[in-house]
Each structure stands twice: as structure tokens, then as C-alpha cells.
């Protein structure tokens, strides 16, 4: 099992980036998702996308990160708009999957997202 997430990189407030994670080697995902890690803070879920199409985002998101996959869950993407300092942060992403449910099964090596003019 592979999650190879990347995009990540330099960007001036209110600017834009689209993260992606390449999945492999899973056959049944319950759920994918991107958690971040600032310095000094614990790690969060900013975005997670279901099985079904459902997707929720954290508050401080909301409005402006948007998570969507390809068909196939080959790979998945975090749509980051209107970026600010606060969202900097090593990025990571992760799979839920069965057995278990609610559980990050498999992570990827996260990708840093630096907001700074």
C-alpha cells in the first residue's frame, strides 16, 4: 500500500494550490482524507471524502478547500483556495479502510504548504 501525496509549496495569501495523492495497492477504501500538521499544533482532518461522494470539511476550511478522487480512487485532490497564513502546514493524506471503520489505516509522507508573502 502506497499514498504518495504532492503539489505542495510557496504561496502568497489568497493564492491557490491543488494537492493530489497517488493511492496504490488498496482494493476497499470506506473513506480518504487530508489532515494537516502546523508547527506546535496537533495534527487535524481539514477534508475527507467517502466511498459514496459524501465530503466534510473543517470549519476553517469550509468555503474554501474543496477534496475530490478520480473514479477509480487512483488519486485524490485537496482544491485549496483563498489560501491564509494559518492554513500552513505539512499536509497528509490518509485512507480509511475495511475492516475498520473511522480508522486511518495507511498515510502518505505529507507534503509542506507554506502561505507567506
Known amino acids: 500500500v502506497q499514498l504518495q501525496a504532492s503539489g505542495g509549496g510557496l504561496v502568497q495569501p489568497g493564492g491557490s494550490l491543488r494537492l493530489s495523492c497517488a493511492a496504490s495497492?488498496?482494493?476497499?477504501?470506506?473513506?480518504m482524507g487530508w489532515h494537516r500538521q502546523a508547527p506546535g499544533k496537533q495534527r487535524e482532518l481539514v477534508a475527507r471524502i467517502t466511498a459514496g461522494g459524501s465530503s466534510d470539511y473543517a470549519d476553517s476550511v469550509k468555503g474554501r478547500f474543496s477534496i475530490s478522487r478520480d473514479n477509480a480512487w487512483n488519486t485524490v485532490y485537496l482544491q485549496m483556495d483563498s489560501l491564509k497564513p494559518d492554513d500552513t502546514a505539512v499536509y497528509y493524506c490518509?485512507?480509511?479502510?475495511?475492516?475498520?471503520?473511522?480508522?486511518?489505516?495507511?498515510w502518505g509522507q505529507g507534503t509542506l504548504v507554506t502561505v507567506s508573502s
Open positions: 495497492g488498496i482494493n476497499f477504501i470506506n473513506a
Open positions: 490518509a485512507a480509511d479502510t475495511p475492516p475498520t471503520w473511522g480508522t486511518w489505516n495507511y
